[in-house]
């Protein structure tokens, strides 16, 4: 790790998540549902975050006829129409594709500005304050759509950050399920194979990006080698599943007060084999890309080390073996969420690591969307 203080602080956050959540339901596990409006259904919240397919990592191998479908409609226009395309929202229609919420909230407007807009005059702001978070413990600013269940998929928005203030506890999630099931975002569970699995995309108080990932092969955070046998090397006494952790190493931090371009992709295992894959992209550089044989990397616990790691407990990196994602074909993926969500302790402790570094942080967590698509083939930034 070239960065020292990076890695303190996604250390420091990462085991302040977990001692929150099993003292005080930090991490949602102990909480209300803070998304028991949306598709998550009943239970705790885990929020969201924490990629590459062969299909994906390096922008190779694209199977559309003609490269990215931007490429095909420059601005987006007539992009909507395409087969490929599940979901779409350029907010300038004002609500109504989403399936929730369905207008305004506390939290959640879509506004109208040229000056301010990715593009259009549309976009949709999140605001969630201080003083929110003195009143709620557990602050959700989400919107939730269902779409076509399909194997495979791509996700593009554009998002800007307007303040420097702590980021989302948990940000935005994508999830896979059967027709019926609605569970994603349970804090320290352990999804059935045959039901359903989830992954968020997070930003760290370094401005940088990880996958945090719950399916039914997930690593526990007990043991040295991720399983949670009491007497294991390196037993933390407790056996709890929190979202395994796929953080590139080396990231640049995102630009603040600027529109940058976030991409995802997925593909769900073949079942019985391990050919799942994540990626993702920012402004159209890959940078995250984890699939069967790649990136070399070293497990401990719960976290994916890409190039190794350097504890005591480290074991010489090896490829990635890929994901075992669902062992039913009927889970697929369904949903997809903007879910800032935000939990009072952890904005404080975020808060606090900014302001030692000499950060003037601000009270106010604001985040701009435009330009969201989901879709069965690579999307592209909007050009």
């Not at 803070?34 to 259904?41: H, L, M, N, T, V």
């Not at 395309?85 to 004002?94: A, K, R, S, W, Y």
């Not at 959700?140 to 593009?156: F, I, K, M, N, P």
Request: some cysteine.
């Amino acid at each position: 790790m070239k960065n020292p203080l990076q890695f303190s602080l996604v250390i420091a956050l990462l085991l302040a998540a977990c001692d929150s959540t099993s003292s005080s339901g930090g991490d949602g596990g102990a909480g209300p549902d803070a998304s028991s409006s949306g598709p998550s259904g009943g239970g705790p919240n885990d929020g969201g975050g924490g990629g590459g397919t062969s299909d994906a990592g390096g922008g190779g191998g694209d199977t559309s006829p003609s490269g990215t479908l931007s490429e095909r409609y420059p601005d987006d226009v007539g992009l909507a129409g395409d087969p490929a395309v599940l979901f779409h929202d350029d907010f300038e229609q004002g609500w109504g594709r989403w399936d929730g919420p369905t207008a305004d909230t506390r939290y959640l407007h879509i506004e109208a500005d040229a000056a301010t807009a990715h593009a259009g005059q549309g976009y949709l702001r999140s605001t969630v304050t201080t003083a929110d978070l003195a009143e709620e413990t557990y602050i959700s600013s989400s919107t939730w759509v269902t779409h076509e269940r399909v194997d495979a998929l791509y996700w593009r928005f554009h998002v800007r950050f307007p303040e420097l203030a702590p980021n989302p506890h948990h940000w935005v999630r994508m999830a896979a399920g059967t027709e019926s099931w609605d569970s994603s975002g349970l804090a320290n569970t352990v999804p059935p194979g045959d039901e359903g699995f989830w992954f968020d995309f997070d930003t760290t108080t370094d401005d940088v990006f990880n996958f945090y990932a719950y399916w039914y092969k997930m690593r526990s955070g007990r043991c040295n080698d991720g399983t949670a046998t009491p007497g294991c090397a390196g037993d933390q006494g407790t056996t709890y599943y929190y979202g395994n952790v796929f953080q590139p190493p080396d990231q640049a931090s995102f630009p603040r007060d600027r529109w940058f371009c976030v991409e995802m992709h997925a593909r769900a295992n073949t079942v019985g084999q391990s050919d799942g894959a994540l990626a993702f992209w920012i402004d159209g550089v890959a940078i995250g890309d984890y699939r069967p044989g790649y990136p070399d990397g070293t497990w401990l616990r719960a976290q994916f080390h890409t190039g190794g790691c350097d504890f005591s407990a480290c074991t010489p990196p090896e490829p990635f073996g890929g994901f075992d994602f669902r062992s039913s074909d009927d889970v697929r993926f369904k949903s997809f969420m903007l879910d800032a969500y935000y939990e009072r302790d952890s904005d404080a402790r975020r808060r606090a690591e900014m302001e030692e570094l000499g950060m003037t942080v601000s009270d106010t967590h604001t985040i701009l969307y435009d330009d969201v698509v989901v879709a069965t083939e690579r999307i592209g930034c909007r050009r």
